[in-house]
């Protein structure tokens, strides 16, 4: 089953400049080796002829993100991109994960030991490599077989064709842990339908592949068992033509509907809370909605809001509504901005203090700095969306694939 969005159709522009390039189906010889690149193997390469695979493979870490694993990824794709023998590319995951996003567990270590420089290197480079993947002038297939949050999202929601499974869990659980919804995600979660953005970025709920594929965040649905077969078709596959990706997935997906349980069956209700201009006023709609139907959904949604970090809250808030009027660098630029000032922790320490309750104590009882809405400030806010200072350098997002799109 195929949804179409905003990702889908620009793609489709942009790749119509390359579709007539003709490709040799003679073996190729990867030109990046990434043992040489990475001594854990943690990024592997599957592949020869048309297409390449991208094997994200730190499994006991759910595949989360580290400097050194984008970096290496944004090397390979660079080197893709510029070889006319290959096609289009795959990414997935190894083991139950597609990713986890960044290691926020090694990035709180380095925040605590004040090594600024490395954290903002790792965002520099994730975010730089979203964009690339975002304004790739090849298509790339995504096979989100698996957990699926934050940074996994990232890499894989810009791009071309994203398969969900039986086994996909996606989520954007940044406000509980002090932080908010980066790597491109005020992007493609505000050009969601209705205000199902406002609610997975504020509540950090998990959509399964079913209800991914419904809403337009995947582009095709397989359940897991056939996933094998899938990636032997695209296999065979002499093209850079993103129509002829299209039909092997189309040809081997499946057609699914979200059950009567599904958020998805709730738009009408989640709109009528999620419209609102303030966190509060969300809180108050969904209180009300609470006590006037005692549904189970609204009680939870509820309680989610009632966990979060009120800071991010607001903040999170703001930065969806913003990305509904900016475009994918744009956004990622104000990501960054934002992201520094919750490193930096100025304002508030909660991105450490959801870490630690979340991950590293495990305690699950985070003290968010301001504890509550009414004590977030409107300055608190606006901190995080000013322009950087002459000594903070901006973020740079690659050069060649920004006028290659443009």
Same mark, same amino acid.
């Given at each position: 089953?195929?949804?179409?969005?905003?990702?889908?159709?620009?793609? @489709?522009?942009?790749?119509?400049?390359?579709?007539?390039?003709?490709?040799?189906?003679?073996?190729? !010889?990867?030109?990046? =080796?990434?043992?040489?690149? =990475?001594?854990?193997?943690?990024?592997?390469?599957?592949?020869?002829?048309?297409?390449?695979? $991208?094997?994200?493979?730190?499994?006991?870490?759910?595949? @989360?993100? =580290?400097?050194?694993?984008?970096?290496?990824?944004?090397?390979?794709?660079?080197?893709?991109?510029?070889?006319?023998?290959?096609?289009?590319?795959?990414?997935?995951?190894?083991?139950?994960?597609?990713?986890?996003?960044?290691?926020?567990?090694?990035?709180?270590?380095?925040?605590? %030991?004040?090594?600024?420089? @490395?954290?903002? +290197?790792?965002?520099?480079?994730?975010?730089?490599?979203?964009?690339?993947?975002?304004?790739?002038? %090849?298509?790339?297939?995504?096979?989100?077989?698996?957990?699926?949050?934050?940074?996994?999202?990232?890499?894989?929601?810009?791009?071309?064709?994203?398969? $969900?499974?039986?086994?996909?869990?996606?989520?954007?659980?940044?406000?509980?842990?002090?932080?908010?919804?980066?790597?491109?995600?005020?992007?493609?979660?505000?050009?969601?339908?209705?205000?199902?953005?406002?609610?997975?970025?504020?509540?950090?709920?998990?959509?399964?592949?079913? +209800?991914?594929?419904?809403?337009?965040? $995947?582009?095709?649905?397989?359940?897991? $068992?056939?996933?094998?077969?899938?990636?032997?078709?695209?296999?065979?596959?002499? &093209?850079?033509?993103?129509?002829?990706? /299209?039909?092997?997935?189309?040809?081997?997906? +499946?057609?699914?509907?979200?059950?009567?349980?599904?958020?998805?069956?709730?738009?009408?209700?989640?709109?009528?809370?999620? #419209?609102?201009?303030?966190?509060?006023?969300?809180?108050?709609?969904?209180?009300? @909605?609470?006590? /006037?139907?005692?549904?189970?959904?609204?009680?939870?949604?509820?309680?989610?809001?009632?966990?979060?970090?009120?800071?991010?809250?607001?903040?999170?808030?703001?930065?969806?509504?913003?990305?509904?009027?900016? &475009?994918?660098?744009? #956004?990622?630029?104000?990501?960054?901005?934002?992201?520094?000032?919750?490193?930096?922790?100025?304002?508030?320490?909660?991105?450490?203090?959801? !870490?630690?309750?979340?991950?590293?104590?495990?305690?699950?009882?985070?003290?968010?700095?301001?504890?509550?809405?009414?004590? !977030?400030?409107?300055?608190? !806010?606006?901190?995080?969306?000013?322009?950087?200072? +002459?000594?903070?350098?901006?973020?740079?997002?690659?050069?060649?694939?920004?006028?290659?799109?443009?």
């Amino acid at each position: 089953m195929r949804r179409s969005g905003w990702w889908l159709l620009r793609n @489709a522009t942009k790749q119509s400049l390359n579709t007539h390039r003709i490709l040799s189906t003679s073996q190729h !010889v990867v030109l990046d =080796n990434p043992n040489h690149m =990475n001594n854990h193997n943690q990024v592997l390469v599957q592949g020869d002829g048309c297409s390449r695979i $991208a094997i994200l493979n730190r499994p006991s870490a759910l595949n @989360a993100f =580290n400097t050194s694993m984008v970096a290496t990824l944004h090397k390979f794709y660079r080197s893709w991109e510029d070889n006319p023998d290959i096609g289009f590319v795959m990414v997935k995951g190894s083991g139950r994960a597609f990713g986890a996003g960044g290691d926020i567990v090694a990035l709180y270590h380095l925040i605590k %030991k004040g090594n600024m420089e @490395a954290c903002k +290197e790792f965002f520099r480079t994730a975010y730089s490599f979203i964009y690339l993947i975002g304004t790739y002038l %090849k298509p790339q297939v995504a096979l989100l077989n698996g957990i699926t949050m934050g940074g996994g999202a990232g890499i894989s929601i810009p791009g071309t064709f994203r398969v $969900a499974t039986d086994k996909t869990v996606f989520a954007i659980p940044e406000v509980h842990i002090g932080f908010h919804p980066d790597a491109a995600a005020s992007f493609y979660l505000s050009h969601l339908p209705g205000h199902l953005g406002e609610y997975l970025a504020l509540t950090g709920e998990k959509l399964n592949g079913v +209800e991914m594929v419904t809403c337009g965040l $995947a582009t095709h649905y397989s359940s897991s $068992a056939r996933l094998p077969l899938i990636e032997e078709q695209l296999g065979k596959l002499v &093209t850079d033509d993103p129509s002829a990706i /299209e039909t092997t997935l189309e040809q081997y997906g +499946e057609l699914v509907h979200p059950d009567s349980s599904s958020v998805l069956q709730r738009i009408e209700i989640l709109d009528k809370c999620f #419209c609102h201009d303030t966190v509060e006023e969300i809180v108050d709609a969904m209180e009300n @909605a609470a006590s /006037e139907t005692n549904d189970p959904w609204c009680i939870s949604t509820l309680n989610r809001l009632k966990e979060a970090s009120p800071l991010s809250l607001k903040v999170s808030l703001r930065s969806i509504r913003e990305g509904r009027f900016q &475009t994918l660098d744009q #956004c990622l630029m104000r990501e960054y901005r934002m992201t520094l000032q919750s490193i930096h922790m100025q304002i508030s320490g909660d991105f450490c203090e959801g !870490v630690r309750a979340r991950v590293v104590d495990k305690d699950f009882a985070p003290k968010w700095d301001p504890p509550t809405l009414d004590k !977030v400030s409107q300055d608190m !806010v606006d901190q995080y969306f000013l322009p950087l200072t +002459e000594s903070e350098p901006d973020l740079e997002l690659p050069t060649k694939s920004r006028e290659a799109f443009l």
